[in-house]
């Protein structure tokens, strides 16, 4: 039987080179380098809407419930006292006093035992003087990383947008809420942040209706 011509050629491996193989496992580096950033990105962009979007919501509500304590200084005594216990147990809100007075705490620079506040923090009355914190206001679960300042103004020094007008008719209200990501009760600049700001007019007590 007569062999084929072709029978005693060695045949040629299968398979890759080494050149190949490392073009190969290049390429897949490249391609699961970018869908790591790509999810990294997603992840991140979406930590960041959840904390503006919480911030928001947590400003509206304590502007909220600043002006409902505020509005009732624009009736020059007509708001009920509050009954809670004094200090240091629970802060003490009285609601008796007229529209050119503070809520006790929260911080001025101008108006009587107040001046000695520092307008950069936070502040509680205590036995008719005011004791200086140097803490931010606080939410409850799941929000005890969101933290807040509360400035009350008065609308003629400046302070609030440089309207000038007696502070006996106008107050400002500024309300910052921010996620504080390294727990120093500071808004940093790389820290999410929401800034509120309103202003209430003197209601004389005699439009009470």
């Not at 950033?37 to 979406?46: A, F």
């Not at 409850?140 to 990383?145: I, K, L, R, S, V």
């Not at 809420?177 to 005699?206: G, K």
């Amino acid at each position: 039987m007569k062999e084929s011509p072709d029978s005693n050629r060695p045949r040629a491996r299968g398979g890759f080179t080494i050149i190949e193989l490392v073009v190969v496992v290049f390429m897949l580096l490249i391609i699961v380098l970018t869908i790591m950033y790509s999810v990294e990105r997603s992840l991140r962009t979406s930590n960041e809407l959840y904390r503006m979007t919480t911030a928001t919501f947590l400003a509206q509500r304590k502007m909220e419930e600043v002006m409902a304590r505020a509005s009732c200084y624009t009736t020059a005594g007509q708001c009920p006292l509050n009954l809670a216990k004094a200090p240091p147990l629970q802060p003490y809100y009285d609601f008796k006093e007229s529209f050119c007075s503070h809520p006790p705490g929260y911080c001025a620079a101008s108006y009587g035992a107040m001046a000695a506040c520092n307008a950069d923090c936070a502040c509680e009355w205590n036995a008719g003087a005011c004791t200086n914190y140097d803490r931010a206001c606080e939410f409850p679960a799941p929000f005890e990383q969101f933290k807040c300042r509360v400035y009350y103004l008065d609308a003629s020094n400046g302070a609030g947008g440089g309207i000038v007008i007696p502070a006996d008719f106008i107050k400002e209200i500024q309300v910052r809420v921010w996620f504080d990501e390294n727990y120093n009760n500071i808004c940093d600049s790389n820290e999410a942040d929401v800034l509120y700001q309103t202003a209430l007019t003197y209601r004389s007590p005699a439009w009470n209706f």
